[in-house]
């Protein structure tokens, strides 16, 4: 649709630019292939970034957008994907969630509650990004990721 096109240029024009989808944190796993913290001769591949935030931290929006899909593991988080024109951001790792499937949300707009883990205390948003379906690094489209 032209409002895709729209929303898909304009997220494009703001590659490197776009806000973190928390308020504050820090990158705790990177995009790619990585070590494994106890057996360093296996690799890993991370599809996406891990941020480390306080707990009660809010997901939000990176950028205007519809929600199209609610994740929900059984016995595990739920998550949400949100379109932006023929990019897919996605946020996983919620224990609340604020939105629904066909929600308009705006750049900043609360998505929902990241959930922390009570035996170890970690609060950890589980972010991706996508163009139709190529994986996209984060790192290269967030602002100082």
């Known amino acids: ?23 504050k944190g820090i990158k705790s796993q990177g995009f790619g292939v990585y070590a494994d913290p106890v057996y360093p ?4 591949q991370s599809n996406g970034v891990i941020i480390a935030t306080d707990e009660g931290a809010k997901a ?14 059984p016995g595990g988080n739920k998550g949400v ?3 932006h ?9 919620l224990s609340e969630l604020y939105v629904k499937k066909g929600d308009k949300v705006s750049s900043k707009e609360e998505l929902g509650i ?6 170890n205390g970690q609060t950890r948003l589980k972010f991706y990004l996508y163009q139709d379906t190529s994986r996209l690094n984060p790192e290269e489209w967030v602002y100082r990721l």
Request: proline share 3%; charged share 20%.
């Open 85 to 93: 024109g023929n990019f897919i951001s996605t946020y996983y790792n």
């Open 81 to 83: 994907q949100i379109k």
């Open 60 to 73: 939000r929006a990176i950028f205007e957008g519809e929600v199209i899909a609610i994740l929900a593991v």
């Open 114 to 119: 990241v959930y922390t883990n009570r035996n």
């Open 41 to 44: 001769g296996i690799k890993h």
């Open 1 to 23: 649709t032209p409002e895709a096109s729209r929303i898909a240029s304009s997220f494009s024009a703001n590659k490197g630019k776009l806000i973190w989808p928390v308020e």
